[in-house]
């Protein structure tokens, strides 16, 4: 298991949730938040503190009355909407304090508040650290990749998951700030020493790409934060002519639709990426005209692959533009949509599913791959781009 102090909903993790399918606008300009299209003349939620969203029909209607009564008798909006939440089955729905909010905006603009680290959890159960970003605190601490973190603020880290981990680096309420400090414990072979850090808003990394031996680009992504279409779109572009790419969505948790539609352009050239409902009605989403759709693709998936990057799969699958390769998928198709409550909390709840081009539901099934692969699904990915390859010679 991997994690790093980014897109971590300490609060939502504590359920055992993922982040949120977020459907950014697409059918209004300057919808950045990444709330639902709503109709002409409707409020739109916002991550900023403009005005927020109607409330939608459903048992979001509960949860803002019990919010409002919550609030009229002098009681907490933001306990009285997780209770109705917990009795509404919601399985994605969430609230979110103001404070929880705004970071969550802050990941989905490619930003977070934390010390640089990435980690994974041991056999022993013990932490290690298996990245250090550039330029950010960790790094200028001299911590490095393959350091063990045994504690946080004197507190054991040992056994502990992943995700509780990133919450602890990160802080909560006004410790999660920047400027604020953390004390890591830390090991590097015989040596233990502890590092006073102060958190930072850093910049996220959500796509990489590299060369293969062979020639083919590896183009990785993350998570679906602002820009990240640009940045497919350039890696695509970049990559030597002809040669193939294999899209890694491996542990891609999602994000905002509007960055997987434009990550769906640089492969598809126009025609439709999605379908979904809101409250019944039904809506599409299409890419953009003139991308690649010359070179051999692979998408690289797992059951980590969930909510955008399940819908950009099941488009380039669909639509045969990629072999899948991997695993099953998460199934993550549902929509949420934020709604803000009296005392400025936000309820996040669902509102409606979306379906591949050819119609396929993903919540609660997934996307199963063209070909199973689990360890090795890389170099399976090669094989299979040489394959294409040698298909589309003359």
């Known amino acids: 298991m991997s994690g790093r102090d980014l897109f971590c909903q300490p609060r939502r993790f ?33 991550a900023s503190g403009a005005a927020p969203a109607t409330a939608p029909a459903g048992h979001s209607e509960d949860v803002t009355r019990a919010a409002e009564e919550a609030a009229a008798s002098g009681k907490s909006p933001m306990e009285a909407a997780e209770r109705a939440v917990s009795r509404s089955g919601d399985r994605w729905a969430a609230v979110y304090s ?42 200028a601490a001299g911590i490095r990749s393959g350091d063990r973190l045994r504690t946080v603020d004197g507190r054991s880290v040992d056994g502990l998951p992943v995700t509780d981990v990133v919450s602890l680096l990160r802080g909560d309420g006004e410790d999660a700030s920047a400027g604020t400090a953390v004390r890591l414990g830390l090991e590097r072979g015989t040596r233990a020493w502890t590092e006073t850090l102060r958190r930072a808003l850093l910049s996220t990394d959500s796509v990489t790409a590299r060369s293969l031996p062979g020639g083919v680009t590896v183009i990785a992504v993350a998570a679906f934060t602002k820009g990240v279409g640009d940045s497919v ?40 990426v999605a379908t979904y409902d809101v409250e019944g009605a039904q809506h599409a989403l299409h890419a953009e005209a003139g991308g690649d759709t010359g070179r051999p693709l692979v998408a690289l998936v797992d059951g980590g692959t969930m909510s955008a990057a399940e819908l950009l799969t099941g488009a380039l699958q669909d639509r045969g533009r990629a072999v ?27 509102v409606g599913h979306y379906r591949t081009p050819s119609g396929h539901s993903v919540d609660g099934r ?29």
């Open 14 to 46: 504590r359920r055992g949730a993922a982040l949120t399918l977020v459907f950014a606008s697409v059918l209004v300009a300057g919808a950045a938040t990444g709330a639902l299209p709503r109709e002409p003349g409707e409020g739109r939620a916002s």
């Open 98 to 139: 103001e404070g929880e909010y705004e970071e969550f905006a802050e990941s989905l603009d490619g930003r977070y508040t934390g010390v640089g680290l990435e980690a994974r959890s041991e056999r022993d159960g013990r932490i290690e650290v298996t990245k250090v970003q550039s330029g950010s605190p960790a790094a």
């Open 233 to 272: 779109r350039t890696a695509v572009r970049q990559a030597p002519v002809g040669a193939g790419i294999v899209l890694d969505l491996r542990g891609n948790s999602g994000g905002l639709v509007t960055e997987a539609v434009a990550a769906a352009s640089a492969f598809l050239d126009g025609g439709l």
């Open 324 to 350: 899948v390769v991997g695993s099953r998928t998460f199934g993550k198709g549902s929509v949420q949509m934020p709604s803000r409550l009296p005392d400025g909390s936000v309820a996040e709840l669902t």
């Open 366 to 394: 997934g996307i199963t791959p063209d070909l199973e692969a689990d360890e090795g699904a890389l170099e399976r990915a090669e094989t299979v781009l040489g394959g294409l390859g040698d298909a589309s010679a003359p």
